[in-house]
C-alpha cells in the first residue's frame, strides 16, 4: 500500500513589522541647546512684542474706535464705533484725493525707476573699466539724506533761480513754477524720486544679470539674434524673479511715499502732491488716532494687494 505524500503549504509572506520608536525620554544635551537658544532669543523676542507687534495689534484696534488725543487722559471714555472710521475715509473727498495721487506716484513712478535701473544695469554690465566708479556714482543717492536731497532738488526746480530753468533759458525756453503747478508738481517730484532710487534696483539687476546663461546668449547671437531680440527673449525671462523682488519693493516705497513731498511742497499746491502716508501723518498731528490708524491699515490692505497682483503677473512659468 502506497503513501501519498502531500506538498508542505508554502510559507505565506508576511508584511514587515516596523519598529516601534522608542519613547524614551529626550536627550538632555539637545534639551539643553534648545533653552539655550530661547534664552538667547528672547531679548530679540521681547523687543519684538513691545515695539512692533504690540502696536501693530494696539493700532489696529485704535482703527475700530474714536479715540483722539483727548482721550488719552481717559482711555476708558473712548467708544468702539466699528468700521465708520473706514467708511467715513472712503466718503472724504481729501482721502479720495490724495488716494489718486498716490496711484499716480505708483503707476509713473514704478515703471520709470524699473527701466532706468535696468538701463543703466544693461550700460555697466557691457563696460569692464570704471564700472566701481559708477556703482557708486549711481549708488550714492540712495544713501544721501532725504531731506538734503529734496532740499537740493527744491532749489533745481526753482522758478526764479533754478538750475533747471536756467538751462531751459539758454536754449529760449522761459521754464514754470515746477512745484507751484497743479498740473507740474507730482510728475517733478517722481522724477526725482527716480533718480534718488533706481541706485538700488541696479545694483540688485546688475546681480540679476550675472545669472543670465552665456551660452544660451551666445547660441542666440550665432543665430542672428538682434541685441534687443536677445535680451527680450533670453535676458528678461531668466531675471524674471529679480523683476518680481524689483517691483515689489519699488512699488512699496512709492505707495508709503511721503518725504519727498513734505519737505518741497508740503502736499500742495491745493493737495495735488498728498500722498495717503501724508493724509495719516496730518490725521495723526491732528490727534484723530482712530482715523489716521484706519488710513494706515487702508494703505496696509493696497501693499498687500498691489504685492498680490505682482506675483501673479511675474511669477516664475514653466
Avoid: C
Avoid at 539643553?32 to 501693530?56: D, E, N, R
Avoid at 498716490?102 to 569692464?128: C, D, F, H, K, Q
Avoid at 523682488?245 to 495735488?272: H, N, S
Amino acid at each position: 500500500m502506497s503513501t501519498v505524500k502531500h506538498a508542505a503549504p508554502a510559507p505565506v509572506a508576511t508584511p514587515p513589522v516596523r519598529e516601534a520608536r522608542r519613547s524614551g525620554p529626550r536627550d538632555p544635551a539637545k534639551r539643553a541647546q534648545a533653552v539655550a537658544g530661547w534664552i538667547l532669543a528672547s531679548p530679540f523676542v521681547v523687543v519684538f512684542l513691545v515695539f512692533t507687534a504690540g502696536p501693530v495689534l494696539a493700532s489696529l484696534g485704535m482703527s475700530f474706535t474714536d479715540i483722539r488725543s483727548t482721550d488719552m487722559r481717559s482711555p476708558f471714555a473712548v467708544a468702539f464705533v466699528g468700521v465708520s472710521n473706514y467708511a467715513d475715509l472712503l466718503q472724504d473727498p481729501v482721502f479720495r484725493k490724495v488716494t489718486v495721487n498716490t496711484l499716480l506716484y505708483l503707476v509713473l513712478g514704478v515703471p520709470l525707476t524699473m527701466a532706468v535701473a535696468m538701463l543703466v544695469a544693461v550700460g555697466l554690465n557691457s563696460i569692464s573699466r570704471f564700472r566701481g566708479f559708477f556703482r557708486v556714482a549711481f549708488y550714492l543717492p540712495v544713501v544721501t539724506s532725504i531731506v538734503a536731497v529734496s532740499v537740493v532738488w527744491k532749489y533745481i526746480y526753482r522758478e526764479e533761480g533754478g538750475l533747471l530753468n536756467a538751462v531751459l533759458g539758454w536754449v529760449g525756453i522761459d521754464g514754470p513754477g515746477w512745484l507751484d503747478s497743479t498740473s507740474l508738481a507730482l510728475p517733478s517730484l517722481v522724477v526725482m524720486a527716480v533718480w534718488r532710487n533706481f541706485g538700488t534696483l541696479m545694483i540688485i539687476f546688475l546681480a540679476g544679470l550675472q545669472t543670465v546663461p552665456r551660452e544660451h546668449l551666445e547660441a542666440a547671437e550665432v543665430d542672428g539674434a538682434s541685441a534687443w531680440g536677445r535680451f527680450r527673449h533670453i535676458t528678461l525671462p531668466a531675471m524674471r524673479p529679480v523683476l518680481l523682488f524689483g517691483a515689489v519693493i519699488t512699488g512699496i516705497g512709492y505707495l508709503q511715499f511721503f518725504e519727498e513731498a513734505f519737505v518741497m511742497t508740503k502736499g500742495g499746491p491745493l493737495d495735488a502732491t498728498r500722498s495717503v502716508t501724508f493724509y495719516t501723518y496730518d490725521q495723526f498731528s491732528f490727534g484723530n488716532y482712530g482715523y489716521a490708524a484706519a488710513a494706515s491699515y487702508l494703505l496696509f490692505l493696497a501693499i498687500v494687494v498691489l504685492t498680490a497682483i505682482q506675483f501673479r503677473l511675474l511669477r516664475e512659468r514653466d
